[in-house]
T-cell receptor
């Protein structure tokens, strides 16, 4: 059974387009995240939601808008795509927060290529 | 501000060797630290999570230690195998929040 799943796995699109990446977790976790891994393989957090509420919003262009319809889903919508948005985007989830925060589980990633 | 550094950046060893991967972090006010493995073109697999109250955590041939006072963690891999070839990432939480700060990783190649 897939714990954290993402769709699509690959996304190739033209500059200026709007696209969405979907994430679902079946672990019953209450916290979900989006991370970006750039071409140098460096991973950096973008957003985090806890019980559908935004709790972490790093310095990310406002073209990126996360949406959490429920605790099990966290989608990422990107407007006006730019070349620099090309990267692998990972979704993750965990149970709890603060001192009760436990390990994070990652999805397989979505490789976004902007032409 | 939490910063995570991993040494070495790359390691190539013959099969059977015991290995030590190093991770250092600047903010020792952490609740836990997590080690991941990433295979080329794949997602991250959680290997070990060490709580701040623990000094060591073991899973099979893997042993991770945590020394908060010195801001260091090590991942020990016993009797390495070609299947261990991957990038190993260390991640420490920043402040009181859940966001993980990742190191740049150690790229390990174990050859037969």
């Amino acid at each position: 059974d897939t714990a954290v799943s993402q769709t699509p796995k690959y996304l190739v699109t033209q500059m200026g387009n709007d696209k969405s990446i979907k994430c679902e977790q079946n672990l019953g976790h209450d916290t979900m995240y989006w991370y970006k891994q750039d071409s140098k393989k460096f991973l950096k957090i973008m957003f985090s939601y806890n019980n559908k509420e935004l709790i972490i919003n790093e310095t990310v262009p406002n073209r990126f808008s996360p949406k959490s319809p429920d605790k099990a889903h966290l989608n990422l919508h990107i407007n006006s795509l730019e070349l620099g948005d090309s990267a692998v985007y990972f979704c993750a989830s965990s149970q709890g927060q603060g001192s009760n925060f436990n390990e994070q589980f990652f999805g397989p990633g979505t490789r976004l290529t902007v032409l | 501000k939490q910063e995570v550094t991993q040494i070495p950046a790359a390691l190539s060893v013959p099969e059977g060797e015991n290995l030590v991967l190093n991770c250092s972090f600047t903010d020792s006010a952490i609740y836990n630290l997590q080690w991941f493995r990433q295979d080329p073109g794949k997602g991250l697999t959680s290997l070990l999570l060490i709580q701040s109250s623990q000094r060591e955590q073991t899973s099979g041939r893997l042993n991770a230690s945590l020394d908060k006072s010195s801001g260091r963690s090590t991942l020990y891999i016993a009797a390495s195998q070609p299947g261990d070839s991957a990038t190993y990432l260390c991640a420490a939480p920043a402040g009181g929040y859940n966001k993980l700060i990742f190191g740049a990783g150690t790229r390990l190649a174990v050859h037969p």
